[in-house]
């Protein structure tokens, strides 16, 4: 296939292309609550790219946000197909067991998560999320600013995400989502 600016593309660049632009709705719908548009988005990625881990992540994530735990917890599970050990799937793993009820489900997948995943900053700020859940402000707090170092650009999330709302109005939280 000929671009308009004349260079040639693959069809595997052009499916590539399009399965990250699938990808890219369906994370866009999630941050803006649309959890159905979401799960149709990363349905269509999975249908160009069947072996992209961040496809099942989105899914699991979508599901969960629907309630259907089950089905979150197959997605998240079917990671591990493609990637042993794979943070990503520990962290959708203690997301749906969070939602779920199941806590101590939940705080062994988000410590694989950190443990297999150490600089994956998802990881840390569900964990911390999980801790704030919990009322455990340490650990939450240290978890938080892990992801922060990480990616600094979840202060954005983290300033209106709901789990974290409890301690919105500390002090420490304040410093550490502050936009600089």
């Not at 660049?13 to 699938?22: D, F, N, S």
């Not at 489900?105 to 994956?120: L, M």
């Not at 202060?155 to 409890?166: M, Y």
Request: aromatic letters at 12%; hydrophobic letters at 40%; a positive charge.
């Amino acid at each position: 296939m000929r671009l308009a600016d004349g260079k040639n593309i693959t069809e595997e660049e052009l499916q590539k292309i399009r399965t990250q632009t699938q990808l890219t709705f369906g994370k866009e719908y999630l941050r803006a609550g649309h959890y159905e548009k979401a799960l149709a988005a990363f349905d269509e990625a999975a249908k160009l790219d069947p072996a992209e881990a961040r496809v099942l992540m989105g899914r699991s994530l979508a599901l969960t946000r629907l309630g259907r735990y089950d089905d979150a917890l197959a997605a998240a599970n079917g990671i591990f197909k493609l990637e042993a050990n794979s943070p990503h799937s520990y962290n959708a793993q203690g997301v749906a067991y969070q939602a779920m009820g199941r806590l101590d489900k939940a705080q062994a997948a988000f410590e694989k998560s950190v443990t297999f995943g150490p600089r994956h900053a998802g990881s840390h700020y569900n964990f911390a999320c999980y801790w704030a859940f919990r009322g455990d402000k340490e650990r939450c707090r240290q978890y938080l600013e892990r992801a922060l170092e990480l990616e600094p650009k979840l202060n954005v999330i983290a300033a209106t995400d709901v789990d974290l709302k409890r301690y919105r109005s500390e002090d420490w939280f304040l410093d550490l989502v502050a936009f600089k």
